[in-house]
């Protein structure tokens, strides 16, 4: 199943990269596949997983290692975007791209693969209460507040709160407290919904790559790539030897921290027009790279 779940990344980005061959295929196809994943597959992923998500302070560490490395990568984009002068919008997108990992489509089957199904719901604590819900909420914020142009505080919140994702997030967590969970035809309808996230987003990414923009974008991609796939593991790898977790728990946080950029963040990104054409090759390039990292990282474990 694992290696089921990576060959299908590649072949839905390689889908992407020849359909811009098509002469029938429409310039900006990807603006409306974007809308799909944001309007509908978002949500039904939301409802399906957060409801289920169990707090446990027990394993706080797991939550909190996507949490520090989002604030870690806020902060330095900060500090580098005022010194060298960078755009907005590349700021907002290298914050996005490089705090943000691939933790649930990439990281679970990774993980299960290399430690077994019971670390599965280790990387579940990492994915949902930590990458998931940043990118609901601040990764919602990061996109609409770095958008080209200055936009009005009101105007800002207002985008954050009725952004699809960040509405069925919440609707969500309230149901998940009064305790609903997903059952029955429900649930069926949202996992047929959910299912389409994955394969469009990578034809998304797939129809926006372009080779000769790697020359281009060759620094801003290292940085991003080289942040999120080496910089964000080795942080939790020497932060939490001191905190004498158990081993599996320390593999799993160490093992999902090197997972490859966030799909649904370079989404938000493309969507906000936060440099499209970085953020869909931190993905494309991201996966495949990560493959071959998260196996010496694996080595290092």
Same mark, same amino acid.
């Given at each position: 199943?694992?290696?089921?779940?990576?060959?299908?990344?590649?072949?839905?980005?390689?889908?992407?990269?020849?359909?811009?061959?098509?002469?029938?295929?429409?310039?900006?196809?990807?603006?409306?596949?974007?809308?799909?994943?944001?309007?509908?597959?978002?949500?039904?992923?939301?409802?399906?997983?957060?409801?289920?998500?169990?707090?446990?302070?027990?394993?706080?560490?797991?939550?909190?290692?996507?949490?520090?490395?989002?604030?870690?990568?806020?902060?330095?984009?900060?500090? !580098?975007?005022? #010194?060298?002068?960078?755009? =907005? *919008?590349?700021?907002?997108? %290298?914050? $996005?791209?490089? &705090?943000?990992?691939?933790?649930?489509?990439?990281?679970?089957?990774?993980?299960?693969?290399?430690?077994?199904?019971?670390?599965?719901?280790?990387?579940?604590?990492?994915?949902?209460?930590?990458?998931?819900?940043?990118?609901?909420?601040?990764?919602?914020?990061?996109?609409?507040?770095?958008?080209?142009?200055?936009?009005?505080?009101?105007?800002?919140?207002?985008?954050?709160?009725?952004?699809?994702?960040?509405?069925?997030?919440?609707?969500?967590?309230?149901?998940?407290?009064?305790?609903?969970?997903?059952?029955?035809?429900?649930?069926?309808?949202?996992?047929?919904?959910?299912?389409?996230?994955?394969?469009?987003?990578?034809?998304?990414?797939? !129809?926006?790559? #372009?080779?000769?923009?790697? =020359? *281009?974008?060759?620094?801003? %991609?290292? $940085?991003?790539? &080289?942040?999120?796939?080496?910089?964000?593991?080795?942080?939790?790898?020497?932060?939490?030897?001191?905190?004498?977790?158990?081993?599996?728990?320390?593999?799993?946080?160490?093992?999902?921290?090197?997972?490859?950029?966030?799909?649904?963040?370079?989404?938000?990104?493309?969507?906000?027009?936060?440099?499209?054409?970085?953020?869909?090759?931190?993905?494309?390039?991201?996966?495949?790279?990560?493959?071959?990292?998260?196996?010496?990282?694996?080595?290092?474990?």
């Amino acid at each position: 199943m694992g290696m089921t779940n990576i060959i299908l990344l590649l072949i839905c980005l390689i889908i992407g990269i020849l359909m811009q061959r098509l002469k029938a295929m429409p310039q900006n196809a990807h603006v409306a596949l974007n809308q799909v994943i944001l309007y509908v597959a978002l949500p039904a992923i939301a409802l399906l997983n957060v409801p289920n998500i169990h707090w446990n302070l027990s394993l706080f560490s797991l939550i909190l290692a996507p949490w520090l490395w989002f604030f870690v990568v806020w902060g330095l984009m900060t500090y !580098l975007g005022a #010194k060298f002068h960078w755009r =907005k *919008t590349l700021v907002g997108c %290298l914050i $996005l791209c490089a &705090g943000c990992g691939n933790t649930s489509f990439v990281g679970y089957p990774i993980i299960e693969a290399l430690f077994g199904k019971d670390a599965l719901s280790y990387a579940i604590l990492f994915d949902q209460p930590g990458t998931f819900l940043i990118s609901s909420s601040f990764g919602v914020y990061i996109a609409a507040a770095y958008s080209s142009g200055n936009v009005p505080l009101p105007s800002l919140l207002k985008k954050v709160v009725t952004f699809p994702f960040f509405i069925a997030f919440f609707i969500s967590l309230i149901l998940g407290m009064l305790g609903w969970h997903a059952e029955g035809d429900i649930k069926i309808i949202l996992e047929k919904l959910a299912v389409l996230m994955t394969p469009l987003a990578l034809i998304s990414v797939g !129809l926006q790559l #372009k080779m000769g923009d790697f =020359k *281009t974008e060759k620094k801003y %991609l290292s $940085l991003g790539l &080289g942040l999120k796939l080496i910089i964000c593991p080795l942080m939790i790898f020497i932060l939490y030897q001191f905190l004498n977790l158990p081993p599996e728990i320390f593999k799993v946080a160490v093992m999902e921290g090197a997972m490859a950029p966030m799909i649904t963040a370079s989404i938000l990104a493309s969507t906000y027009g936060l440099e499209p054409k970085l953020a869909g090759m931190m993905v494309g390039l991201g996966v495949p790279v990560s493959l071959i990292t998260l196996s010496l990282w694996y080595l290092v474990l």
